[in-house]
């Protein structure tokens, strides 16, 4: 846990391609400043950051950006979504307020203290998530200006068996879930991540996580944004919770690779 990380990176890829890979919830990394405000020890916190990272989304989306014929773009966060977590509405929008994990969590994965209740997230929310929602609305923009479209591919993970925080746990947990959105998820989008990671094991669409992270100053709005959340099931490439990689890494950063250029 480092005080130096910076809060997150755009690592460029091809000037040709509208392609940008999102890693929001990869880190491990929380400042001592934030750190000071986590109720649990270091142990606990230890084990709470097993449960709540995206393990090695990173590497994944590294390495399928290495493999890809059309380099894509990479914007990735490189602090924990224990400091802010940047896919969240900032607000009454969203639907995880109700088990204390809006854009600053005050619960933990298993629904205890993780801050006190009273917590003001705003030092937070103005510190990183509006420069992260700004940088992540300029890279779009960029992508949008320089290829006339932007398609946002989120890279995410989430445990074979439910955690007590999950608001729709108890659907399907297939291999890969495509997490859609009816305004900025075209069908062909959809499809071409069905065939990409064919070779993954089955498909599921919106269970048990939904929607896809596209910056509020396109939601809704610019249908030049394409946007698709791609949650790989832990189990299939890592030991959980938070042990090393496996060999199924590199199948599913091929399989990322195959949909960056088809896209």
Not at 31 to 53: C, S
Not at 88 to 117: I, N, Q, W
Not at 149 to 162: F, M
Request: charged residues 20%.
């Amino acid at each position: 846990m480092s005080q130096t990380v910076p809060s997150f990176d755009l690592l460029p890829g091809a000037a040709a391609s509208p392609v940008l890979l999102h890693v929001p919830h990869s880190s491990r990394a929380i400042p001592g400043h934030v750190r000071a405000g986590i109720v649990l020890d270091d142990a606990g916190l230890e084990r709470e950051l097993d449960h709540i990272t995206d393990a090695h989304t990173a590497r994944i989306a590294e390495e399928a950006a290495a493999l890809a014929g059309l380099r894509p773009w990479r914007f990735v966060n490189r602090l924990s979504r224990l400091v802010v977590d940047p896919e969240r509405f900032p607000d009454e929008r969203e639907e995880m307020l109700a088990v204390g994990m809006g854009a600053v969590y005050t619960r933990t994965t298993h629904k205890g203290e993780l801050r006190s209740a009273d917590t003001d997230p705003e030092p937070l929310v103005a510190r990183y998530f509006r420069p992260y929602a700004a940088a992540m609305a300029e890279a779009v923009a960029g992508r949008l200006a320089a290829t006339g479209r932007a398609v946002i591919i989120d890279v995410h993970s989430y445990p074979a068996r439910p955690l007590p925080y999950e608001l729709h746990g108890s659907g399907p947990r297939p291999p890969v879930c495509l997490g859609t959105d009816a305004f900025h998820t075209p069908p062909e989008l959809t499809e071409a991540a069905r065939k990409a990671f064919a070779g993954c094991g089955e498909t599921g669409l919106d269970s048990p996580f939904a929607g896809t992270y596209v910056p509020l100053e396109f939601y809704g709005t610019d249908a030049r944004v394409g946007a698709l959340m791609v949650e790989i099931r832990r189990d299939t490439y890592m030991t959980e919770p938070g042990g090393p990689a496996g060999p199924g890494l590199h199948r599913l950063a091929t399989a990322l690779a195959a949909l960056v250029d088809t896209v």
